[in-house]
């Protein structure tokens, strides 16, 4: 079959290595060079690969081979590599988050397509079974109209893991803590099976780290339809949590950890309000299953191989660029609520965000 040729920025990093794994698990594309600012662990690298070391970024866009970048560097280079990718005419898939502002993603979207480029985002948290499930149960209305949604993403920290990279925690190279960085693959999956809201309430704390960004942040959400929604994100809770909670007219859906349920009401919310003349406080009986799946190791190597067919066949990857804007735009919408203390519409407005960082940037904390 055809290959599609990728070159990875960022190489010898952690998240670099991930991706090289998910590329040797795959047919759907090869790796044809590799990119790191570290010159000598770039060419020991590319030595035992046996692919191409790329000294600069340049050429790596001046190589026929490489059909699509993939950006492994932190989030604030992001930008300025995707712009000159897209100018260069490859394709890209970049790492969890985006960028650091709205604003940084609109410019990037819109140059991809007006390129007639493609963008991807390695939100791989979706293409775990239980997440799939869960979206093509609520697709099918298994739930109903939701009206409830709930959402807990506990990742622990400790001190030292924000002490060993200078970077980690700060406003200026980081643009974000809890919600941008560790919490985001839960609130990007979160978003994609109960919706998008249309404003929020945040807060947002330094609680126990000594760190200049949030490390502890909850928000209620409000949607189109009336529905209320809860969202909480951490890197001081233990034990740690995921967990999302769906309700609807006709049940509720509860993705514990690895573990999914889905609990059908006999009776929808509604019908039974309206009818029920019981004079006990009950509430409608319902059938409860629980969904069984097979381990899965790298859910990156699913990622990739989407985002590689897809532009084999002409398609777009799972999540787009504009999908994977979406779980920035609510932790944008949280953060400019809870400091500025006031309830905030989505979309964000892109000049006030923009200040709010330039401020936060300057002062280096919290409001």
């Known amino acids: ?46 030595t035992e690969l046996g692919v191409k070391q790329y000294s ?27 712009l000159a990718s897209i100018a260069a005419g490859k394709h890209l898939l970049i790492e969890k988050p985006l960028a650091v ?15 007639g480029l493609k963008i991807g985002v390695t939100f791989n948290q979706r293409f775990r079974p239980q997440a799939l499930k869960m979206r093509a149960l609520i697709d099918e209305g298994a739930v109903g109209e939701i009206y409830r949604t709930s959402m807990i993403t506990a990742n622990f920290r400790s001190q030292d893991y924000y002490d060993r990279l200078a ?23 979160f978003q994609w099976v109960a919706g998008m809201p249309v404003s929020v309430f945040g807060a947002l704390r330094s609680l126990k780290h000594k760190v200049e ?14 529905a209320l929604g809860t969202l909480h994100c951490d890197t001081v809770q233990a034990p740690t949590q995921q967990r999302i909670e769906i309700f609807g007219n006709d049940g509720a859906l509860f993705l514990d950890g690895a573990t999914l349920t889905l ?39 699913p990622c990739f191989d989407d985002f590689c067919r897809a ?25 400019l609520s809870g400091c500025r203390a006031k309830r905030v519409s989505l979309p964000v407005d892109r000049d006030e965000y923009d200040a709010l960082l330039a401020e936060l940037q300057e002062t280096r904390r919290l409001p």
């Open 1 to 46: 079959m055809n290959q599609l040729g990728l070159a990875i920025i960022g190489s010898t990093g952690v998240i670099g290595k991930v991706h090289i794994d998910a590329i040797n698990q795959i047919d759907s594309c090869r790796l044809v060079g590799v990119n790191a600012r570290t010159q000598e662990p770039l060419r020991a690298q590319a």
């Open 56 to 82: 600069t970024l340049d050429e790596v866009l001046a190589d026929s081979e490489v059909d699509a970048v993939v950006i492994a560097t932190p989030h604030p280079s992001h930008e300025e590599i995707a």
């Open 101 to 115: 502002t709205p604003g940084e993603t609109d410019r990037m979207v819109a140059a991809a397509r007006s390129a």
């Open 167 to 189: 970077w980690r925690g700060t406003w200026n190279d980081e643009g974000g803590g809890a919600l941008l960085n560790q919490g985001i693959h839960g609130i990007d999956l």
């Open 213 to 226: 960004v949030e490390d502890y942040a909850g928000a209620m959400l409000e949607y189109a339809n009336g």
């Open 263 to 301: 609990h059908r009401l006999e009776t929808p919310v509604q019908e039974f309000m309206d009818t029920d003349k019981t004079i006990a406080f009950v509430s409608p009986d319902s059938k409860s299953e629980t969904f069984d799946f097979e381990p899965v190791g790298n859910t990156h190597a």
């Open 311 to 335: 532009l084999l066949d002409g398609g777009e990857p799972l999540v787009t660029g504009e999908e994977g804007a979406r779980s920035q735009e609510l932790v944008a919408a949280i953060t």
